[in-house]
Nanobody
């Protein structure tokens, strides 16, 4: 049973930065693609960024150039570096690996 634990969310002013982390338990990590999703109030959950086992990355258009997804297989951790944050980035952010999901971490962008 894989468990994913996110951390790093919080309140930040527009234009600020945050880095989210998601640590995985279990023996298998490096063969899986990893992803970050987010869900804002009243909206559907959307894919934000994804990184393959071969380190290929993909982003939703709205975060392209501002967010960076990365992974550290030795630490079994995936990261989401978020720069130039906007109020519309406010959401609960979830990491996902295979069929497992983290519990979510709140990101609020507000002055």
């Amino acid at each position: 049973q894989v468990q994913l634990v996110e951390s790093g969310g919080g309140l930040v002013q527009p234009g600020g930065s945050l880095t989210l982390s998601c640590a995985a338990s279990g023996s298998i990590f490096d063969i899986y693609a990893l992803a970050w999703y987010r869900q804002a109030p009243g909206k559907e959950r959307e894919l934000v960024a994804r990184i393959s086992s071969g380190y290929r990355t993909d982003y939703v258009d709205s975060v392209q150039g501002r967010f960076t997804i990365s992974r550290d297989n030795n630490k079994k951790t995936v990261y989401l570096q978020m720069n130039s944050l906007k109020p519309e980035d406010t959401a609960v952010y979830y990491c996902q690996m295979a069929r497992s999901w983290g519990q979510g971490t709140q990101v609020t962008v507000s002055s």
